[in-house]
């Protein structure tokens, strides 16, 4: 599966080196102290609970970047919808870099599969709409790259990665900047003078918010913060396409589609990362 942007070689192989430093440390003495070094064995993903299965091609990058020895067969990809009782994949090799890798191996699958099972949920809710999902910042720290690929495996778009590749002005920088047409001007200023070509949000939370953000003719995207379905339908017909209309705020499954019937482009939901439950994977000698 082709893999997003923000999966650079850079990030993923720190990522992964710091995984393992973690929880290594000087050693796995428990399979160091009981298992011989020359022994070799297999083991198999079993998935535990139907999902749609992610990390993969992050379980693969991580056993061979701890030993390159090992053979991984593959026998379902990231994105698949898998049950109960399937077997993801065969891992071959020395038993020992079996066994230390397990636990990471298990705890980025487990986390990535609950977090694309929701994703894929909200997708289809919206299937028939213009409407599409989109992740936040607010994810765990040092995972997010994990977490926001589990998101795009789900088949959700990805926001912005950081605070680097997008300008987001959101309520606090509006009323410390003294409101959203300064914070806009100051904006607009910043990337000019920094040579920068970034897209700009705004975050508004009333209809005359929303005017006021339109009348910059900066914005690329205007957010619609805790607002009503009524206030979103009117923001909606008063943008009229000519900007992205993105709505945001405790948006639960039961609440998407009807906002999603209001007309706006997006729907960001944190939700999606954040309250997605861990699905059961186990790694299992045979």
């Known amino acids: 599966m082709n893999r997003p942007p923000y999966v650079t070689n850079e990030r993923l192989y720190h990522f992964i080196a710091e995984a393992i430093k973690e929880?290594?440390?000087?050693?796995?003495?428990?399979t160091l102290a009981s298992v011989p070094a020359d022994m070799s064995r297999r083991a198999r993903l079993i998935v535990k609970h139907d999902c749609i299965l992610a990390g993969v091609d992050l379980a693969k990058e991580i056993f061979h970047y701890y030993d390159k020895s090992l053979d991984i067969e593959v026998l379902k990809h990231d994105g698949e919808q898998v049950k109960a009782g399937d077997?993801?994949?065969?891992?071959?090799g020395s038993a020992?870099?079996?066994?230390t890798m397990?636990?990471?191996?298990?705890?980025?699958?487990?986390?990535?599969?609950?977090?694309?099972?929701?994703?894929?949920?909200?997708?289809?809710?919206?299937?028939?709409?213009?409407?599409?999902?989109?992740?936040?910042?607010?994810?765990?720290?040092?995972?997010?790259?994990?977490?926001?690929?589990?998101?795009?495996?789900?088949?959700?778009?990805?926001?912005?990665?950081?605070?680097?590749?997008?300008?987001?002005?959101k309520d606090n920088h509006n009323d410390y900047a003294g409101g959203i047409t300064k914070a806009v001007e100051a904006t607009v200023k910043y990337l000019k003078e920094k040579g920068l070509n970034l897209q700009i949000e705004v975050e508004t939370r009333n209809l005359d918010e929303v005017k006021e953000a339109l009348a910059t003719?900066?914005?690329?995207?205007i957010m619609l913060d805790n607002m009503s379905l009524?206030?979103?339908?009117?923001?909606?017909?008063?943008?009229?396409?000519?900007?992205?209309?993105?709505a945001s705020g405790g948006i639960t499954e039961d609440m998407a589609r009807e906002?999603?019937?209001?007309?706006v482009d997006f729907i960001s939901s944190g939700a999606i990362i954040y309250s997605a439950p861990n699905i059961d994977l186990s790694l299992k000698a045979f």
Not at 23 to 30: L, P
Not at 96 to 99: D, E, N, V
């Open 23 to 30: 929880d290594i440390g000087d050693g796995d003495h428990s």
């Open 96 to 99: 020992r870099s079996i066994l």
């Open 87 to 92: 077997i993801a994949f065969v891992v071959s």
């Open 230 to 246: 009524y206030e979103m339908a009117t923001a909606v017909k008063l943008i009229n396409g000519t900007v992205k209309v993105e």
């Open 259 to 263: 906002i999603a019937e209001t007309g």
């Open 102 to 169: 397990e636990r990471l191996i298990l705890n980025c699958m487990q986390r990535m599969s609950g977090i694309a099972t929701y994703t894929r949920r909200m997708v289809e809710l919206l299937a028939d709409t213009k409407t599409r999902i989109l992740d936040t910042r607010k994810t765990a720290p040092m995972f997010r790259m994990c977490e926001k690929w589990a998101v795009h495996i789900g088949g959700g778009k990805n926001h912005r990665f950081g605070l680097f590749d997008m300008v987001m002005l």
């Open 217 to 221: 003719k900066a914005a690329d995207i």
